[in-house]
């Protein structure tokens, strides 16, 4: 089985890998995912912000992703989510042993996720919940008391 390989020219610089590089990432940002040079990828994975009467849900598409590599802040009014995954290790394996399991080809490489944003001045930075399951983040936080619409009783 032929597997693709990549050969560096001069002294680890090609342009013609430069030049790739670069449309991959013009491509990328277009169609959702940048390429960082180190050989992650900074994805700007979907995120839904809805509401009802008494919150503001954020639901954010996180997959692969496990609770430990997500971050999340609140401050100043300012949602902030982060999330690293590292590239695997436990198959590099080694070259001259073959019962290792080294990889032929890798193209998964780590990843990073990173939004913030500006909440309204209803939101309360009090209480938060924040939920991972099956690749989506649902972050739920409850809105002001004095924001929230009340019944006014006609006399």
Request: proline share 4%.
């Amino acid at each position: 089985m032929s597997l693709p390989t990549r050969v560096n020219r001069h002294n680890g610089y090609d342009s013609s890998d430069f030049v790739q590089r670069e449309f991959d990432n013009v491509l990328g940002r277009f169609f959702g995912g940048i390429r960082d040079y180190n050989g992650g990828t900074l994805t700007p994975f979907s995120v839904d912000v809805r509401e009802d009467q008494d919150h503001l849900y954020v639901d954010a598409e996180l997959p692969g992703f496990r609770k430990e590599d997500v971050d999340i802040t609140l401050e100043n009014q300012t949602l902030t989510i982060s999330a690293q995954r590292n590239q695997e290790t436990k198959h590099d394996g080694d070259k001259n042993n073959p019962d290792q399991g080294g990889y032929l080809l890798r193209e998964r490489h780590q990843a990073r996720f990173l939004r913030s944003f500006t909440l309204p001045a209803t939101v309360s930075d009090q209480k938060c919940q924040a939920k991972l399951q099956d690749g989506v983040l649902t972050i739920t936080l409850d809105k002001r008391e004095e924001s929230k619409p009340r019944k006014i009783q006609v006399s």
